[in-house]
Structures are given as structure tokens and as C-alpha cells.
């Protein structure tokens, strides 16, 4: 049977452990359904650096989750084992040494068939995820929430940027494009599309 959360009514939400949820550490189980780790991670953004932080905020703000959902009578996390494996430590200065660290560190998690489930990373990492996983499953399928297609070749000559990840693994035949979806597209861009390189 799964090692679920903390019991809220023996330990305040307060209280420790600081994991997603309140669930156990990778190391305080034998074997994982899913593993959820974080990466604190945003050099490759143009604009406002922020993702770091979020692997602390939403584990902070998943102490409020319930394990019981009432409208499906279902305790997704006692049909399955899943764990907190902490943060992926990177290199804030280097982004292909980031990506590289992050790529071995999800291989290294995404074992045994565990599903891998990364919080507060930017979009410039997402082929390094998806090497990953295709590694162990082949081509994915991504349904991908945002304004943009994050498909241009490189940003200030950089190939690996958010602008840029749906092009690389695309390009890398980690996608399996008969079922992937991008869902919210919108809004102005900055050039006509046959004056863009991408």
C-alpha cells in the first residue's frame, strides 16, 4: 500500500515535512510511481526570471491539498505511489551545463516506470525532459498550455532558449506529432511571419 501525506489532524499543515503535498521523500519508500522534483531553473528566459522560486512556493501552497477528491471518489495518491525527490541543482550561469545536469537527473529519476513530474522549471528545459522520458518510452505526446508556440530557431543566437524548445525536440524526433496539442495560442508578434527566422 503507498506511503501517503502527513496526517493534517496528528501534525499541523505548518509542520514538517516541506515536500509537495506532504507526501514522502524519494528516499522513505522502495519504488515510486511518480517522482516530483523540482528545478529551480530560468536562465534561458528574455524577460522576468522568476521559475527558480517556484519549486519552494508550490510546495508551500500544496500543504493545503486534501488526498481525497470527492468528485471523482477517488485518492489519487493511494492508487499510487508518489514522491518528493527534492530540487535539481544546476548551474545558474551555464545553460548547457544546466540542461545537461537536468537531462541526467531525469533519467536518473525517470526509472522502473515511474512518471516524472518537474515543478517551477522554464520552457527551455522541456527537451531536456523529453530526451528523458522518449528515452524510456519514445516520441511523446505534449498538449502544451501557453500564449506562444515556442518554436523559433534561436534568440540571440542561442538554440536553447523558452522561445525555442517545441522546435529542438521537435528537430530531435522526440515529439510525436500526429498527437501533440498547443492549447491558448495567441496575441501579437513582433514581425510579419515570412520575415522571421523560424
Not at 506532504?22 to 515510486?32: C, E, I, T
Not at 516524472?116 to 522554464?122: C, I, Q
Not at 531536456?128 to 506562444?148: I, M, N, S
Request: aromatic share 8%; hydrophobic share 40%.
Amino acid at each position: 500500500m503507498p506511503q501517503g501525506p502527513v496526517d493534517a489532524t496528528r501534525i499541523p499543515r505548518f509542520a514538517a515535512p516541506d515536500t509537495f503535498a506532504r507526501l514522502p521523500r524519494s528516499g522513505d519508500v522502495k519504488q515510486a510511481d511518480v517522482v516530483i522534483v523540482g528545478v529551480r531553473f530560468d536562465s534561458g528566459v528574455s524577460y522576468r526570471p522568476d521559475a527558480r522560486f517556484g519549486p519552494a512556493h508550490i510546495r508551500a501552497s500544496s500543504k493545503l491539498l486534501r488526498p481525497f477528491n470527492p468528485a471523482i471518489s477517488l485518492s489519487p495518491v493511494a492508487a499510487m505511489q508518489v514522491v518528493d525527490a527534492g530540487d535539481i541543482g544546476v548551474n545558474p550561469f551555464d545553460i548547457h551545463d544546466a540542461i545537461g545536469t537536468i537531462e541526467r537527473r531525469a533519467r536518473d529519476l525517470a526509472v522502473d516506470g515511474a512518471r516524472l513530474l518537474t515543478v517551477g522549471r522554464g520552457h527551455t528545459i522541456a527537451p531536456t525532459l523529453l530526451r528523458a522520458v522518449a528515452a524510456e518510452r519514445g516520441p511523446v505526446a505534449v498538449v502544451y498550455f501557453d500564449a506562444h508556440l515556442d518554436t523559433w530557431d534561436t534568440f540571440f543566437g542561442e538554440p536553447y532558449t523558452h522561445r525555442a524548445p517545441f522546435r529542438r525536440a521537435a528537430e530531435e524526433g522526440l515529439l510525436d506529432p500526429e498527437h501533440c496539442a498547443h492549447v491558448g495560442i495567441h496575441g501579437p508578434t513582433a514581425a510579419a511571419p515570412h520575415s522571421r527566422k523560424f
